[in-house]
């Protein structure tokens, strides 16, 4: 069963950027690992605030697909999103999915570790022609995912926003020793 992190929080904070800079830094340690790029950039239907069930099933059932995928190619997988946070964008826009609640639930426990990243004071979500950059809307996406954490009791390793500097060095020293990866020297 391959180890598998997911970063999670909001459009706009960073959880590409952490997925990519883990996943180089991994690959030094000689560590062979897959990474799960953001679905609902693929996806052909409606997205953020106009988002509808069809477009929301897409991705996280796409979502769902490339995590197989990898965990098929790869003993180490880096998802960029988890179907938590991709669930609570159906969440805000269509409320809570009854046949899709137990399939949001089992995927759950399939991440080993999940990292939350999270929005930093006074930055704002850039326009990329599919990320909503309203920053109401960003803020309740974050707090839904907070309300879902822990309504379902899902651990997290959450991120401290004054400490950003110091993010891929968390996230990475969790991992090494969640995989106990021997210490080794950083070129």
Known sequence: MPFKIAFIGTHGVGKTTLA????ARLKRRD????VVVEVARRCPLPLNEGTTLEAQSWILHSQIADELVAEARAPVVICDRSV???????LFARGRQPALEPLIESWCETYDLLVYVPILHGSE???DGIRATDPAFRQQIDDRLWNE????????????????????DTVEEAVANELRIPQLDLL
């Open 125 to 127: 979500a850039q326009a």
């Open 31 to 34: 560590i062979h690992l897959d």
């Open 84 to 90: 938590l946070d991709n669930y609570v964008y159906l």
């Open 149 to 168: 954490l822990e309504d379902r009791r899902i651990p997290v390793l959450a991120l401290h926003p004054e400490q950003r500097a110091q993010w891929l």
């Open 20 to 23: 990519y800079g883990l996943a």
